[in-house]
Each structure stands twice: as C-alpha cells, then as structure tokens.
C-alpha cells in the first residue's frame, strides 16, 4: 500500500469510521428485537420468522460473491474507485433499505420487511469490504491491531445498547394500551435513514488519505489449496450462524414460562448482556494477545478492564445490580479461559468453544434462571471467535490471503442458514431443544482450534476484527 499522506491529523477520519461499526452493530442487532416483534404482527411460525436474519446475512453472501466475481473478471473495484467512495456508496445503499421500513411497516407486508433487510445487508457488506482494511490503514502500521480493536469495541457498543433503545421504541414507547403500532419501526428507520445520509455526507465532506494497492489479485482458487483456510471457511459459517441462532431467539426463550417468563420489554435487557459480553470479551482479547505486556501487569490491566466495562454495561441497561450480578461469575470463568488459553489464538479458542458448548448444553437440559444465565454467558466467549478463525485461516496464504479473505466473509451465510435450521426445530421440538444446533456449531469450532494448534502452532495473533 501506498501513503503519501503523514500519519497524523487522522483522529477525525477515524472517529467518523467508528461511527460506521457503531451504526452496523446496531442495526445487525436490531434484528434481534425485530424477530418477535414481526413474529407477533404477522402470526410467523418460528422458521419464518427466522428469515429476518435469512434475509439480512444472506445478503452477505451474494454481496461478498458479487464483489469475488467483479474483482476475479475486472479488477478489485475498492481499489479503483477508492476505499472512501466505497464508504460512501455503502451508506447510501444503507440509506435506502433503512428507508423502505417505512412502506413495509405503513402497508404492513412482511415481504417488504424482508426486502428492506435485504438491503441494508448489502450495504453493510460494501461497508464491511472497505472500512475494516481502511481503519488498519490509518495510522501507522504498528499502531494497526490497537485501532482495529478499537474500532470493534464500538462495534460491540452498537450491539449492546440497540436492544435497550431499539426494544423501548418497539416494545414500549410506540405501544398503545399495549398494542404495538406501525409507528415502532417507521420512525426510528427513518431516523436510521438520515443518521445513515449525514454520515455520508460528513464522510464526503472530510478529506481521507488515499490508499491504493499495486498488487493484483490472484486468478483461480488457489487460496483453497491450503487446509486451514478451507476447515476456517467452515468455522466462519458456524460462529457466525451459532452467534446469531443464539441471539434471535434469547428474548422467545426468556418468555418461555418455565425459564423466566419475562415480557419483551424486560428480556430486552437481557438481551443487551448477551452482546455486551462480547465487547468485554475484545477488550479482554486485546490485552491477551498482546505480545508486548508482562504476566502480572497483563492480569491486572484485564481484571481492571472487566470490570470498568461491566459498570458501563450496567450503567446502559434497565436492571439492578441484584439482577446482573450472576453475570460477574461468566465475567471470571472468562477470564479463567484467556489465562489457561496463555495468549495462543488457536488453544484459546479451543477452550472458548467448549466452554460455550458447554454452556449450551446447560441451557437445553436445565431451567429458570440457569438456563437464562447460562445461555447469556456465551457472548463472553465468542468475543474473540471472528477474529481468531479469521487469523489463524489466512495464515501463511502470501499471495493468496485477499482472495482467502473474500471467501471467508462469504461464510457469514452461516447466519443466514442455521437460524433457519433452528426455526426449523423450534417449531417442531421446541425453543429449548432447537439450541443443539449451537451445540453443534461450537463443537466444529473447537476441532478446528485443536487442528490449527497442531498444524500451525502458537501463531501470533494479530486481530483481524471488525465484526460481522
């Protein structure tokens, strides 16, 4: 890569794109509030209402496949028309599905729902494709891995809060005696369509230093020879498919009435803790794996940090201290996990994933407040999945590693398949028994850490992150 440009001056650049991984976390975890919401309004069974996230994540793929086949046949078109171009198309097509919420809430058709998800995936895919290599850009390169995490952490900010403040407007202020009405999601994707068009056009206004690369991506699939990329592409699709299983249905779960039986408005919350133990994950992550901080000086800075995210997590959501405090125990056995994972990427996500499969099995086969906290624990422990797999796959791919990338974030079609798959068994066995599929999703995950331990060793980690 080519930069002319000094590497200072670039703090308003880079606020700017995290406000982007902010608004896509949000909006990605949005859809977790909307599922029971359009479950309700429409009458969907559970498989059909999984096609929220059918719709979302499978735009993923075909956005991620489009952009394979351009770059295959004409050449990597961020790299021609510019990474802050590619920004800024990618907001107004997010823009637009934001805005066709309106239609589909005012004629009420859950097609146009679909449609409108459909969307803003694709242009959350073009966001995904040019910030995250931008963000690693913008600065100096030692200085790369720090701004990725920091710019993930806000990412896991938009996931944390978008059920508190997206399940008031749905569930709670928008209701009337009760009843939910259009206005739940006209108004506030309105507002989305023009926080989304103002960021465009603050990002059109600022100056961004220009990066192009010389480089030409490689023909054929030669990315595909090596192992570790094709067992990773596989773990990509089911992290990301487990995650999301996970999270549409936490909210049904926790009204079922020999769990919680909790009302939308209080599960929201719960909802919120789900996703805030992933961002107290990555920041736990960065600590761990870097290579730079002495033993005890490491332990500390990571307890400290637990705990100063956790306040800023019980700070946000609507619950007491009594009420979160069973969520310190994951917070430790959490921690517990990246001390025995002793800074290796491929052992600790070994260890994160059977905890969480672990944790899984808890939830199917217990209930009441164990199976609410058990299944609200794994957010602690697939805080560092993405970004582990996504390391440890393109390792040692040289010229092949763009091209490896791009068939890895065609596997975020995990999430839009296995929630189909758990719709499928919820309708027919029930919500508690339909979480074997995240079993099973853990399960493979924790095979290829053992793989990748044997065949690659301790690779250093450097946080290939951004969220997904």
């Not at 108004?187 to 990066?211: E, N």
Request: hydrophobic share 55%; with cysteine.
């Amino acid at each position: 890569m080519s930069n002319n440009s000094e590497n200072k001056g670039y703090t308003i650049p880079f606020i700017s794109l995290t406000t982007l991984f902010f608004m896509w976390g949000f909006l990605t975890c949005m859809n977790d509030v909307l599922i029971p919401h359009l479950k309700e309004l429409f009458q969907l069974s559970y498989l059909q209402s999984m096609l929220v996230q059918f719709a979302f994540f499978g735009a993923y793929f075909i956005g991620s496949l489009l952009y394979f086949v351009i770059s295959y046949f004409k050449g990597d078109p961020i790299n021609k028309i510019g990474y802050k171009n590619g920004m800024l198309l990618g907001l107004v097509i997010a823009s637009i599905g934001c805005f066709l919420f309106f239609p589909a809430a005012r004629y009420s058709v859950y097609g146009l729902f679909l449609s409108a998800l459909f969307i803003l995936g694709l242009g959350f895919t073009l966001l995904q494709i040019a910030a995250n290599p931008y963000v690693s850009l913008l600065g100096k390169p030692e200085g790369a891995s720090s701004r990725l995490n920091l710019a993930q952490a806000f990412n896991s900010l938009g996931t944390t809060i978008a059920p508190i403040i997206g399940g008031f407007l749905i569930f709670e202020f928008f209701a009337v005696n009760g009843e939910i009405t259009a206005a739940a999601t006209e108004v506030p994707y309105i507002i989305f369509t023009g926080v989304f068009l103002l960021l465009a056009f603050l990002l059109w206004k600022i100056r961004l230093p220009d990066f192009r690369s010389e480089e030409s991506a490689e023909k054929g699939l030669g990315a595909l020879q090596f192992p570790q990329l094709k067992l990773g592409i596989l773990a990509i699709f089911f992290y990301v498919g487990g995650e999301v299983c996970i999270g549409s249905f936490i909210i049904n779960f926790l009204a079922l009435p020999d769990i919680m039986g909790l009302p939308e408005a209080v599960s929201k919350n719960y909802l919120a803790l789900y996703w805030g133990g992933a961002m107290i994950g990555r920041f736990l992550g960065s600590i761990s794996l870097n290579q730079e901080l002495a033993g005890a000086k490491k332990a500390l800075y990571m307890v400290f940090t637990a705990a100063a995210v956790f306040l800023l997590i019980f700070f946000i959501v609507d619950l007491s201290f009594a009420q979160i405090a069973t969520f310190l125990i994951f917070i430790g056995i959490n921690l517990l996990g990246f001390f025995i994972g002793k800074a290796a990427p491929a052992r600790t996500l070994s260890i994160f994933a059977l905890i969480s499969a672990g944790l899984v099995l808890f939830t199917i086969f217990s209930s009441g407040a164990t199976s609410m906290w058990t299944i609200l624990g794994i957010g602690l422990f697939n805080s560092i999945m993405w970004s582990n797999i996504f390391t440890l796959s393109i390792h040692g791919l040289g010229k092949y590693t763009s091209q490896g990338s791009s068939l890895l974030v065609m596997a975020i079609l995990g999430g839009a398949l296995l929630p189909l798959v758990q719709g499928a068994l919820a309708d027919a066995l029930g919500i508690q028994h339909s979480f074997f599929v995240p079993v099973f999703c853990y399960l493979y995950i924790a095979f290829f850490g053992f793989y990748c331990s044997a065949k690659l060793g301790n690779v250093k980690a450097e946080q290939v992150t951004g969220g997904h």
